[in-house]
T-cell receptor, first 112, second 112 residues
Framework: GNSVTQMEGPVTLSEEAFLTINCTYT??????LFWYVQYPGEGLQLLLK?????DKGSNKGFEATYRKETTSFHLEKGSVQVSDSAVYFC???????????FGGGTRLMVKP | ETGVTQSPTHLIKTRGQQVTLRCSSQ?????VSWYQQALGQGPQFIFQ???????GRGNFPPRFSGLQFPNYSSELNVNALELDDSALYLC???????????FGSGTRLTVV
């Protein structure tokens, strides 16, 4: 079956530091890949997506590139802010398109 | 446009009882799916409805059931509640899987 593996957190960074959250996946065919963010007490918000190999999704300074050769979709941001503190989930939808498969989430804590 | 709204926001039930959770899809979205998110974990897919028909189901027992109505709103019903059913239940709607899913803020269910 499909699976998504994320680096375990928490990840603690100082403001303006560089962020990388690793995500690798296992799926048949050509899945679509997503990053969602969850702030405390809230639901999930779509952060960015990529639907085919070598696509780069970007939003709010975050970006991730769909790497089929390494089955990865790592999330990066050049300069994090305190307001970026949240839990980040990597997810995929396979060709059947019937469900999102999520990773376990990575908590990011940004200190002033 | 309105987003996905879920009700109630919080709920406390006793083991063995039944519960119904409700979700209003984002305007124009014809697909709705439900996820269970246990504390500290990623969401797990329960099932998905497309135009009132179930078109995907995760690894959940039959006491988890659902409905989608002609206006694309949806219900999740859980019978014979167990303590392990305590979780955040998330509803998500979409126009298509590659477009991405819009999530509601969830219903926090506590079973005592």
């Amino acid at each position: 079956g499909n699976s998504v593996t994320q680096m375990e957190g928490p990840v603690t960074l100082s403001e303006e530091a560089f962020l990388t959250i690793n995500c690798t996946y296992t799926a048949t065919g050509y899945p679509s890949l997503f990053w969602y963010v969850q702030y405390p007490g809230e639901g999930l918000q779509l952060l960015l997506k990529a639907t085919k190999a070598d696509d780069k999704g970007s939003n709010k300074g975050f970006e991730a590139t769909y790497r089929k050769e390494t089955t990865s979709f790592h999330l990066e941001k050049g300069s994090v802010q305190v307001s970026d503190s949240a839990v980040y989930f990597c997810a995929l939808v396979d060709n059947a398109g019937n469900m999102l498969t999520f990773g376990g989430g990575t908590r990011l804590m940004v200190k002033p | 446009e309105t987003g996905v709204t879920q009700s109630p926001t919080h709920l406390i039930k006793t083991r063995g009882q039944q519960v119904t959770l409700r979700c209003s899809s984002q305007s124009g979205h014809n697909t709705v799916s439900w996820y269970q998110q246990a504390l500290g974990q990623g969401p797990q897919f329960i099932f998905q409805y497309y135009r009132e028909e179930e078109n995907g189901r995760g690894n959940f027992p039959p006491r988890f059931s659902g409905l989608q109505f002609p206006n694309y709103s949806s219900e999740l019903n859980v019978n014979a509640l167990e303590l392990d059913d305590s979780a955040l239940y998330l509803c998500a709607s979409s126009l298509s899987s590659n477009y991405g899913y819009t999530f509601g803020s969830g219903t926090r269910l506590t079973v005592v």
